[in-house]
């Protein structure tokens, strides 16, 4: 799919010379994919684990801590999402033994959180799915600011 620039509307001289205005090298187009796909796991693992904040204080929680009240079917639920956000990661190209760890840690997640109390308690402050997103953006070299969308104006 070519993209075709507007017939010299901001255009630089050199750029409509040589027919390039406006096109994204390979590059950028992989590091905007790069991003945007980065973009929707974090924000799926913000949604598990950090959504919600108990007013007054630092503590955050998730829909995974939420799910995890209902026995056996809320913490296999979180594994589920867990699982979908490492095979994005394999899709992405992490590595084999990092896929272990955050494997690790999901089913750690999983495990621990099926026990009834003191698992809720865990899943409140082990984050599984934000370790697992902060591997994923240590691999690729991206820092949570980055995936921050520009203001649009």
Do not use: C, W
């Not at 867990?82 to 899709?91: H, M, S, T, V």
């Not at 697992?132 to 921050?148: A, E």
């Amino acid at each position: 799919m070519a993209f075709v620039p507007l017939l010299g509307v901001g255009l630089k001289a050199k750029e409509q010379e040589t027919g390039m205005a406006g096109r994204m090298d390979d590059q950028d187009f992989e590091r905007t994919e790069l991003l945007r796909r980065l973009r929707r796991l974090s924000g799926a693992a913000r949604l598990m684990d950090t959504a919600l904040r108990i007013p007054g204080t630092n503590i955050r929680f998730g829909a995974d801590s939420l799910m995890g009240l209902v026995p056996g079917i809320g913490d296999a639920s979180g594994a589920i999402v867990g699982f979908a956000i490492i095979y994005e990661a394999r899709r992405l190209g992490v590595p084999t033994h990092k896929l272990g760890r955050m494997a690790g840690n999901v089913a750690l997640d999983a495990v621990v959180g099926s026990v009834p109390l003191l698992g809720d308690l865990f899943d409140v402050y082990f984050k599984a799915h934000n370790r697992n997103i902060g591997m994923i953006l240590d691999h690729f070299g991206v820092d949570r600011s980055d995936l921050d969308r520009p203001q649009r104006r």
